[in-house]
């Protein structure tokens, strides 16, 4: 039986209209759209899953604070609230808004890394990886194996292997491991979250090594809301007081503001008490993103981005937001359907591996259902496996992801539980149909990040 929905800790005060093709329409859109969910019209999608980066529903809060912004090219007042706010969230002396989260990556990264150096992660999201490597560095993967096994529950599926962490830092020699990076949830293996003994025990390895420790913090709210669940001690405390504590033991950190902040564009990063280190950040910021108070953003989005903090940490808020998942999760348990579980912050990732065990890696299990998705219910997910992970850029052959997930990322305050078992239910018809369903080949690509443009067709 499928778990009680926690009911939304809001009502609706502005509706966005939106519409399903008929079957027909969407056989022929998806076609069109050579058969990736990238090339889709937003208008031509009912549920739209691709992502929860940015498609968050802001508050009343928030839209009034839009017209509130101050414009000032400098030292506006919007500027000076968001750094109050986030100085009380993180405890970090030095904040900087920036445009998004990869901006505060290539800020950063660009002063604090170079060639020959390594860059050691509980997982690198995709941006943050393509910006370790554009400064030179290599970037490497360190989460507990556990993450790699879809089946099995552990509460802290996202944490670092710290044994391994410090044997790489080893190999590679301390003067060669320019930044640790924890990713909190971590992203790429489900959303999953990292407790906090494991953000404290891979501090200590980087202060016995003398290398920095950043926190890569898109989803700081909802992994600070696990901890609390789940982890012994942390019951009692407010999400607030465990985020504060997280942040006390990095160096700096890096914030994609369009995921937990709920607002739909904006970043920060922050660094703790190094001034030389902020100082040559500012420099990189000015040239790249804008003056300092306000990095790339508009006075509105600052005022924003400054209330969403705060809001984001909301529990009553994270609650139904993790309730949203959970409830999905267990329709999916009550028909066998199989995914990372146990489910993540801010998506289910559905195992398509053993949805379409007939289908192999180089056709695109995810991608596959990411389509068919879209055929049953205008429901517009993505690939994370094979399709997205691309080819061996020394061989140009495909390679293999350890999973074939189809991500159904769930925007914040946007869906309802309606939404949500019309999710459940196209699943379970794809189900019933699933050994019909065949896999896909690339006819174009593109030369790096392929599957946000490549064209495919189905396997005859
Ligand atoms: C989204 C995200 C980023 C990049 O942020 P953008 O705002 O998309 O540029 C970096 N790291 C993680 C973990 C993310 O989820």
């Known amino acids: 039986m499928a778990i009680k929905y926690v009911a939304e800790p809001f009502r609706i005060k502005m509706v966005e209209t939106i519409k399903m093709l ?5 056989v022929q859109k998806i076609a069109e759209a050579k058969y990736n969910t990238f090339n889709l019209r937003g208008e031509d999608v009912y549920i739209d899953l691709l992502t929860d980066s940015g498609t968050n529903a802001m508050s009343q809060e928030q839209w009034a604070g839009v017209m509130r912004g101050d414009e000032a090219y400098a030292g506006s007042s919007s500027y000076y609230k968001l750094l109050d706010a986030a100085q009380d969230i993180t405890g970090y002396k030095y904040i900087q808004p920036v445009h998004q989260g990869r901006a505060a990556e290539k800020v950063l990264f660009g002063v604090m890394m170079g060639k020959g150096q390594y860059s050691i992660s509980n997982m690198h999201f995709d941006t943050t990886r393509a910006h370790v490597e554009l400064s030179g560095a290599r970037a490497v993967d360190c989460v507990v194996p556990v993450a790699n096994d879809p089946a099995k529950r552990a509460p802290f599926k996202g944490n670092m292997d710290v044994e391994r962490l410090e044997s790489l830092i ?244 946007v869906y309802t539980q309606a939404h949500i078992d019309i999710m459940a239910d196209a699943l379970i018809a794809i189900k019933k149909r699933a050994e019909q369903v065949k896999g896909f080949r690339i006819t174009w690509e593109p030369p790096v990040l392929r599957h946000f443009q490549a064209h495919l067709e189905p396997v005859k």
């Open 22 to 26: 008929t079957r027909e329409e969407r």
């Open 170 to 413: 080893k190999e590679y020699g301390p003067e060669n491991v320019a930044l640790v990076i924890m990713t909190v949830t971590n992203n790429s293996a489900g959303g999953q979250p990292v407790s906090m003994a494991n953000v404290k025990e891979t501090a200590a390895v980087c202060k016995k090594y003398g290398i920095k420790l950043n926190i890569d913090a898109a989803r700081y709210a909802e992994n600070a809301y696990f901890i609390k669940q789940r982890e012994e001690g942390y019951a009692d405390k407010s999400i607030k007081a465990i985020i504060n504590e997280m942040f006390s033991y990095a160096d700096t950190f890096t914030m994609s503001a369009k995921k937990d902040t709920i607002v739909n564009m904006g970043g920060l990063y922050g660094v703790k008490e190094d001034e030389e280190l902020f100082t040559a950040c500012k420099g990189r910021t000015i040239s790249f993103e804008g003056f300092t108070t306000y990095g790339g953003l508009s006075g509105r989005d600052l005022e924003a981005l400054a209330i969403g903090l705060y809001e984001g940490l909301d529990e009553d808020y994270l609650k139904y937001r993790i309730g949203q998942m959970e409830y999905l999760a267990s329709r999916l348990d009550d028909a066998g359907i199989a995914y990372q579980s146990p489910v993540g912050g801010h998506g289910v990732f559905v195992d398509a591996k053993a949805m379409f065990p007939h289908i192999p890696y180089n056709e695109f299990p995810g991608q596959a259902l990411a389509i068919e998705l879209y055929i049953e219910a205008g429901i517009r997910t993505c690939d994370i496996g094979s399709y997205m992970l691309g080819n061996d850029p020394d061989t140009g052959k495909q390679l293999e992801a350890n999973f074939e997930f189809t991500r159904f990322a769930i925007a914040r305050r």
